[in-house]
């Protein structure tokens, strides 16, 4: 049984015990991402999740990898657009003191000018490797192509330029913006009682309770086609279009369109490119949900000398969809897909804390599993081909990643 807890200073606490493992995860999950910093701030919410692990007024970053080494657990971070996470899973002896060094990082970090230094370094090969990776680079474009100047636009690592730019003092104004105790959830889950619910009052009863600045700009979905120039063995492919907000009512027919349309091995995309054509390697689809709006992604890797082949089979595949709908065994499939995935996830603690902090954070509501295996069996074959037909009714943009940087002959 989850148990939702608002303290006193507004911070939320998502708990759920489980007392069938010997594992706790621990997540403290803020409400900012790269969608919420200006052009010249751009990468700071990522920067910011660096500079946690590199020392404390009491701990080393070498102190800090050691506190959850030393006892077989593991602790990371990460930054979307949207939000960031930082997050611990170790065994249940050690959770109070999990919970404390991640206190310790989010209130204690010095951001020592020396580290920052070494940390912008460290970034900036951490935007080189991206850079030497096509297939990501493509979908970083493709946001570009997508939401243009917008900040959804952005790439979360930010750029060279924005980084030399990054101080002690603009990491704590951006720490003062958004992270006050209104922005952030804690989330556990795992094999403890509900006195630990006590202890994260306790631990984190300093948090400030500050109203956080989280005005938001609306995009206006863009269609550009863009294409870059770059030595690599293939041609890397996507297609954007419009897609839904987080919580919108389609939602259950957008994800389960996409899994027939790309999402899995028997999708239509992995069968006409990979298995019937030969084209590609890796093809999928996907979703990716916000505030107010949403995108579909499309993504195949081919040889230049096939791009105007994919491109082609890509678009028939979109077509039929829009034009036929699915079929009744497609859709059936898809669903139990859907649910094995939902269902098998849930068994491991970090996937419950996940979904639990993100839910909360991004929707501040939650369903069961019953009730979401409802939502998902409602979903008929009309609802499906109602939103394909608004999805692929409109234009899409495109992004291109290929060593002469020509889009299919049949758009430039």
């Known amino acids: 049984m989850i148990k939702r807890v608002k303290c006193d200073n507004g911070l939320r606490i ?166 006050n105790a209104d922005n952030v959830v804690i989330s556990v889950c795992g094999n403890v009682d509900e006195s630990f619910i006590e202890f994260i009052q306790k631990t984190f009863s300093g948090m400030r309770q500050f109203k956080s600045d989280k005005s938001l700009s609306s995009p206006t979905f863009k269609y550009d086609k863009l294409a870059r120039k770059k030595e690599t063995e293939q041609a890397h492919l996507c297609l954007g279009f419009e897609g839904l907000p987080i919580g919108h009512e389609d939602m259950y027919s957008l994800i389960l369109l996409n899994n027939v349309l790309g999402g899995s091995m028997s999708s239509r995309l992995f069968q006409e490119i990979r298995e019937n054509r030969g084209l590609a390697y890796s093809v999928f689809s996907y979703h990716s949900a916000f505030h107010d709006t949403g995108m579909v992604t499309l993504y195949a ?37 859907l649910k094995g995935s939902l269902m098998l996830g849930l068994e491991s603690t970090n996937s419950r804390m996940s979904r639990n902090g993100k839910n909360e954070l991004l929707l501040g509501r939650h369903r069961n599993l019953d009730e979401i295996v409802t939502e998902i069996e409602k979903v008929t074959l009309r609802d499906v081909s109602s939103v394909s037909s608004d999805l692929f009714s409109k234009d899409y943009a495109m992004t291109l990643v290929s060593p002469n940087g020509k889009l299919p002959s049949s758009i430039s």
């Open 14 to 179: 998502m708990f759920e015990p489980n007392n069938t493992v010997r594992s706790v995860s621990i997540g403290v999950w803020i409400g900012t991402g790269s969608r919420f910093e200006t052009k010249v701030q751009n990468g700071v919410s990522h920067f910011l999740e660096h500079m946690f692990f590199k020392g404390t007024k009491s701990r080393n970053a070498q102190q800090i990898a050691e506190s959850f080494d030393s006892i077989g657990g593991q602790v990371n971070a990460f930054t979307s657009k949207e939000y960031t996470c930082y997050y611990a899973k170790v065994l249940d002896e050690h959770a109070e003191h999990a919970l404390e060094v991640l206190a310790d990082m989010y209130f204690n970090s010095t951001f020592d000018q020396k580290d920052m230094a070494k940390e912008k370094s460290v970034v900036l090969e951490e935007i080189k490797m991206y850079e030497d990776t096509p297939d990501d680079i493509v979908h970083d474009l493709l946001s570009q192509a997508g939401f243009g100047d917008h900040p959804l636009g952005y790439p979360i690592l930010g750029t060279e330029e924005t980084l030399d730019t990054f101080s002690t003092d603009s990491l704590v104004t951006y720490m003062d913006q958004f992270y």
């Open 301 to 337: 890797g081919t040889a230049v000398k096939h791009l105007d082949d994919m491109f082609e089979c890509l678009t028939n595949v979109i077509n039929r969809v829009k034009e036929d709908g699915i079929t009744e065994r497609e859709l059936k499939n898809a669903k139990e897909q």
